[in-house]
């Protein structure tokens, strides 16, 4: 067991950071550009980022890490310093929250479907060990494998994280679906997850991305249906996206998203942080919402 399970375990609430994206692209990131070089070109700038979270009062910080497996690197050329710009991603939020903190390293999808023909199982198993070693070896105390919408590509990840001998979550991305259930976009509902996630070794499990707090709620529900007692990590964006005057916008506020805490950590939430189109301020609604909760809610076993 490690340090962000034997928090858990104690049964307090934990705080996760919030979006990475837009803050780098406040910060100087080019359209086209490969987010992950700058964990190497520009490691101040990512450190910040992740310090600019933990003084949001966030307990953990992720990675600037999400797209950098060879897969996804190759559009940029870059194919081949996955395993560097993995460590180099540990590193800056390493440096960021001090020896006493938790680091999470990202890990997102591929983009390559087994069931297309275009990647085998051995290839996957192979990028996500690279990536995942990368980010043990530059300081991460677990890895957070997320938006992920294939079980299959998600089972494998998970499998492959396990081989650095950190703790992992696994966290899929659901879409509300016109009869009020939620699907991934392969066809995968909250309950489906459960079992095979937990069965290839992750820790913790959850969702991200897809959806506002509100409809999160929903989600957590229909897992704890399935199990009660699995640790829990949920990254809401800030609502639905919308699209104003030419720009995507997220419509929660801090304030807004923080009034769904209660509801969300009922559910059966254990660590809460945000996704796209949250910011430090919408953590430290979150962070000062969840001190009102100053009774852990559950030892887990």
């Known amino acids: 067991m490690g340090r962000l399970m034997q928090r858990v375990r104690e049964g307090h609430y934990l705080v996760s950071d919030g979006a990475w994206g837009t803050f780098l692209q406040a910060k100087g990131l080019k359209p086209g550009e490969c987010p992950e070089q700058w964990n190497i070109d520009h490691p101040d700038e990512v450190e910040d980022i992740a310090k600019q979270y933990v003084l949001a009062g966030a307990d953990m910080v992720e990675t600037n890490s999400f797209g950098a497996n060879r897969y996804k690197l190759e559009y940029f050329g870059f194919e081949d310093n996955a395993y560097a710009l993995n460590k180099a991603a540990a590193e800056c939020s390493r440096r960021a929250v001090g020896p006493d903190g938790l680091v999470l390293g990202s890990v997102g999808p591929t983009g390559k479907f087994l069931i297309t023909g275009e990647v085998t199982e051995e290839q996957l198993t192979q990028t996500f060990e690279e990536q995942t070693h990368g980010l043990r070896n530059g300081g991460a105390d677990a890895i957070i494998i997320e938006t992920m919408t294939d079980l299959e590509e998600a089972i494998i990840a998970v499998k492959a994280a396990k081989s650095t001998g950190l703790d992992v979550v696994c966290t899929m991305t659901f879409d509300l679906m016109p009869d009020g259930s939620y699907r991934s976009m392969m066809g995968v509902a ?26 999160m709620v929903a989600i957590v529900n229909e897992i704890r249906t399935v199990n009660p007692t699995v640790p829990i990590l949920i990254h809401a964006n800030a609502g639905m996206p919308l699209y104003e005057n030419g720009q995507t916008v997220f419509p929660e506020t801090p304030a807004i998203m923080a009034s769904h805490v209660d509801a969300l950590l009922e559910a059966g939430v254990n660590i809460l942080g945000g996704c796209c189109g949250t910011s430090p301020d919408h953590i430290q609604a979150i962070r000062e919402r969840i001190n009102v909760k100053s009774t852990p809610k559950m030892t887990l076993v």
């Open 190 to 215: 909250p309950a489906e997850m459960v079992e095979p996630l937990l069965e290839a070794g992750a820790d913790i499990i959850g969702s991200n991305c897809g959806n506002g707090s509100a409809g």
